[in-house]
């Protein structure tokens, strides 16, 4: 590559003009479409408390991510959740520019400047560029390592050493571009030598040092200390990430190594064609260009796609589901530093193959390209108006009375809470307790430090002697968010978005939803954490409607929200079958059949997908078994309805599914009464043989056998 800083004056200020461009097409782009306060997004409310308190963050700590999302929190603009919004933009801003210069170097300036479009307008760029996690910061120095490691200064070996330990104090998982770095420095380091090697190893480690911050940070006792690495043995265990088995993330675990891989390469080809579009055409281009031009350099930009691509998928081992999806989909960034990189390279040869004159349809292709990229990630993007984890946090806040315990479980609901108790001050008057934490002895050893007025008992999954202790330790009250799973016959009552579990005298009105922030909550959800923050919405009113249920019918206030729990989570088979017993009370059969068969479809469509997505057998049974009850609703309405030939298929299916489900086999009997009697008989006998306790069945076959 050539060195960009020894060009001609001239030529520099030329090339400087694409990089004015890039950060006038961008710049306002990223910032616009920054949410205004705390994203919904995995970890981001746990970063944001991290780095208010400069406390210590889930395994293995990201301490540079921390001390630099703390000064930014000093900044007197905004909110702090936008100011560290504003940290992330900034950062993938910067590695976009950076990634120019290093495409420019070694293309020229508009080829580079229409590759940085591609993976500017990368819709998961953008996404991790408005949230407060470490995923821009790492993009940067990926980027920053590429730039220095390809420059070929005197100093390019110890600098980009340096700044792989330093980065890797961010995530760790920038190792995966060390391959690229030592093909790129190859003739440096052997012009090095040993003592070249130790001297980079030296400034490796003064920059991984930084990891030093957790022990001596912990020893304090921060607010948040996780794990507690105050110890050698601790810390060498957070840094390495024990607790995780090695793994991405303990789901993986449930799988055989290497079983999800192709179902993971089959989804990053489609990340990468929504990502780059035709563009990808341009790719196929600048990888013959580069095998022909510079070999090693497409071995090392080869080694960083194949370590962070194939490599970290097959790893991974995550299934394809939403959730896990929205976990890996972060880690596409290095593999598309490439992708955009060889797109660059495309665009390069390409207008280099024609004469000057016959070149500018080549740009003007590259350039609908990222246009294209752009209008498919454009509203999904645009988080400008996205308040839902502050929101759902403050409704969660605002249901709990004086001094109650409120229990929470998945990331987003819990580190949400904890962000707007910590950072924005709102009612320190509750006690705030993690599930899945809630045996661990550091996080224990933490709430009696700062939280002593709650008792706490483990929880995780926790017995109902030990939620009644929590009951009996704290007066003011057990409540539960609705991710959080309650051991069974837990007395748990619909408390608005919570669970009432062990409430005191009194309390709330369980349907205060007109406090409610539904008017700010978009149904549009993009991604997985936006949609389960309406899913906990929709299993409260659903709840609701269920204890009504139970307690002897829908009023229609409960048939109110039954609807709204469908528009928030169409995947909510429940809502639709609470809804038809609404119907069939009142003997309003065809919109009982109606609502039944709602509820059966969205299980029809929830069996699929649990085979593409890899789901655990145990799941798909549950999903199957649960459908069978609402097909043995729906013909029973069916039947009301006179429409046999549906009852009948609709029992069978249900008796299909779940194999133990008596009703289904006695409603057959039912309908071939008078008209089958030896089927009658037959289903009367499987009735009986899956529930001996079934004292009609058992009446009608003794009738029949006394024949």
């Known amino acids: 590559m050539q060195d960009l800083n020894a060009a001609e004056p001239g030529l520099l200020r030329r090339e400087n003009i694409f990089a004015a461009l890039l950060l006038a097409a961008l710049g306002p782009l990223y910032l616009y479409c920054l949410p205004p306060a705390l994203p919904p997004y995995r970890d981001a409310g746990e970063m944001a408390s991290a780095a208010w308190t400069l406390g210590v963050a889930h395994q293995p700590g990201y301490p540079l991510y921390i001390l630099t999302a703390k000064l930014f929190t000093l900044l007197p603009l905004g909110n702090p959740a936008w100011r560290l919004n504003l940290l992330s933009a900034g950062a993938g801003l910067a590695g976009v520019l950076i990634f120019w210069r290093v495409a420019a170097s070694a293309f020229s300036p508009a080829a580079a400047f229409l590759g940085a479009m591609l993976l500017g307008f990368n819709f998961t760029l953008r996404t991790v560029s408005s949230v407060p996690e470490m995923y821009s910061l790492n993009f940067l120095f990926a980027a920053l390592l590429l730039y220095t490691a390809s420059s070929g200064g005197r100093r390019a070996v110890i600098l980009s050493a340096f700044l792989l330990g330093l980065g890797m104090a961010n995530r760790m998982d920038l190792l995966l571009a060390a391959p690229a770095v030592f093909v790129l420095l190859a003739p440096q380091l052997r012009a090095g030598g040993w003592t070249g090697l130790l001297k980079a190893s030296g400034f490796f480690f003064l920059g991984f040092s930084l990891y030093l911050y957790l022990p001596f940070r912990s020893a304090g006792w921060p607010l948040f200390d996780w794990s507690h690495p105050a110890d050698p043995a601790t810390f060498f265990a957070v840094i390495t990430r024990k607790s995780y088995g090695s793994t991405l993330d303990l789901i993986s675990l449930n799988y055989a190594p290497g079983e999800l891989f192709l179902p993971a390469l089959r989804h990053y080809a489609s990340h990468l064609w929504e990502n780059f579009s035709f563009g990808l055409a341009f790719a196929a281009a600048g990888l013959w260009g580069e095998w022909r031009r510079a070999p090693r350099r497409l071995l090392a ?107 929470a479980k998945k990331d987003v609901q819990l580190f949400s809470l904890w962000y707007l108790q910590a950072v924005k001050g709102l009612r320190p008057d509750l006690h705030v307790v993690a599930q899945g934490l809630s045996a661990a002895p550091w996080y224990k050893a933490s709430k009696r430090r700062y939280d002593p007025g709650l008792a706490l008992y483990p929880l995780n999954p926790g017995t109902p002697a030990d939620w009644e202790a929590l009951a009996r330790g704290n007066p003011g009250g057990v409540y539960a968010t609705m991710d959080v799973e309650l051991p069974a016959g837990a007395p748990s009552l619909p408390h608005g978005v919570v669970s009432r579990l062990y409430p005191p005298a009194g309390g709330l009105s369980p349907r205060p939803w007109q406090f409610y922030s539904f008017p700010r909550l978009d149904r549009s959800y993009r991604d997985f954490f936006d949609r389960d923050l309406g899913t906990s919405y929709a299993q409260a009113l659903l709840s609701g409607a269920a204890r009504l249920s139970a307690a002897g019918g829908l009023d229609a206030d409960a048939l109110r929200d039954l609807r709204v729990a469908s528009l928030l989570d169409p995947d909510l088979p429940d809502a639709p079958l609470y809804e038809g017993f609404y119907y069939s009370a009142r003997s309003d059969w065809a919109a009982a059949k109606s609502c039944f068969r709602a509820s059966a479809d969205v299980y029809e469509r929830l069996l699929p997908l649990a085979s593409r997505y890899y789901a655990l057998p145990s799941l798909k049974k549950a999903i199957s078994a649960s459908s069978a009850y609402a097909w043995l609703n729906y013909g029973v309405a069916a039947e009301k309805m006179g429409d046999r030939a549906a009852a009948e298929k609709a029992y069978a299916l249900a008796a299909e599914r779940n194999p133990g489900l008596a009703d289904a086999h006695y ?25 001996p306790a079934h004292a009609t069945a058992a009446r009608y076959l003794q009738q029949l056998n006394s024949r």
């Open 301 to 407: 930009f080869g080694a960083l796609f194949f370590f962070s691509g194939p490599v970290f998928l097959y790893l991974a081992n995550m299934p394809p589901n939403p959730h896990a999806l929205a976990i890996v989909e972060p880690y596409y960034l290095l593999p598309d530093l490439c992708a955009a990189f060889w797109c660059a390279a495309g665009i390069y040869s390409l207008s280099q193959v024609v004469p000057r004159s016959r070149a500018i349809p080549v740009y003007a292709l590259a350039a609908a390209a990222a246009l294209l990229v752009f209008q498919g990630g454009s509203y999904g993007s645009n988080r400008r108006w996205l308040f839902a984890a502050e929101d759902y946090a403050s409704d969660v806040l605002r249901t709990a009375p004086p001094g109650a315990v409120v229990v």
């Open 667 to 691: 409603n057959l009997a039912i309908l071939y009464w008078n008209r089958d009697w030896e089927r009658v008989r037959a289903e009367l006998r499987e009735t009986l043989r899956l529930n």
